[in-house]
């Protein structure tokens, strides 16, 4: 397996514009996480699925994030409209069936920089 | 918040070396994990301690955890070059999330 990919890896907009993040996790696995990573915060988890299912979204910032998974291979991450203050390195990760006792992998990420 | 704080936020040693870091957190957990990260990109698992596991080993990497003071340790020994990078500990307080740290930022120097 590829592991899980991101695309795209690098985004700029302008402000108000709407971004849509994209993962695509490893096969098998149904635990799907999205995080954020900036200087000021560190990692923050925005939001997990399991089996394409929101568990916990208490970590999306404003309600101008938003997430879906369709399916068991794929997930998006978009914002609408994006701020200055969104730039940042968002990830996706998932894991293996059980949760419990489980390692997260993640992929490369997405740089996104709102102008 | 459930995130965990590592200490310290920067570590520089030289090659050959041991680096420890530390990691604090506030809930009671399942396991506790930690990962690195080079910069620019995504986060890599390297060891996994359960909340019934006091010490585990794997390669130059021993982790210790502390439920008692809700406290982690990562050593690495006999550092190298390519070790440079940034620690994250990541908790997981049973809801099958994880919660990361702030990170320590490690150098080490040829």
């Known amino acids: 397996d590829a592991g899980v990919i991101q695309s795209p890896r690098h985004e700029v907009t302008e402000m108000g514009q709407e971004v849509t993040l994209r993962c695509k996790p490893i096969?098998?696995?149904?635990?799907l996480f999205w995080y954020r990573q900036t200087m000021m915060r560190g990692l923050e988890l925005l939001i997990y699925?399991?089996?394409?299912?929101?568990?916990?979204d208490s970590g999306m910032p404003e309600d101008r994030f938003s997430a879906k998974m369709p399916n068991a291979s794929f997930s998006t991450l978009k914002i609408q409209p994006s701020e200055p203050r969104d730039s940042a390195v968002y990830f996706c990760a998932s894991s293996l069936p059980g949760g419990k006792n489980t390692e997260a992998f993640f992929g490369q990420g997405t740089r996104l920089t709102v102008v | 918040s459930q995130q965990g704080e590592e200490d310290p936020q920067a570590l520089s040693i030289q090659e050959g070396e041991n680096a420890t870091m530390n990691c604090s957190y506030k809930t009671s957990i399942n396991n506790l994990q930690w990962y690195r990260q080079n910069s620019g990109r995504g986060l890599v698992h390297l060891i996994l301690i359960r909340s019934n596991e006091r010490e585990k080993h794997s390669g130059r990497l021993r982790v210790t955890l502390d439920t008692s003071k809700k406290s982690s340790s990562l050593l690495i020994t006999a550092s190298r070059a390519a070790d440079t990078a940034s620690y994250f500990c990541a908790t997981d307080p049973g809801a099958n999330n994880l919660f990361f740290g702030t990170g320590t930022r490690l150098t080490v120097i040829p």
């Open positions: 699925f399991n089996n394409n299912v929101p568990i916990d």
């Open positions: 096969s098998g696995h149904d635990y």
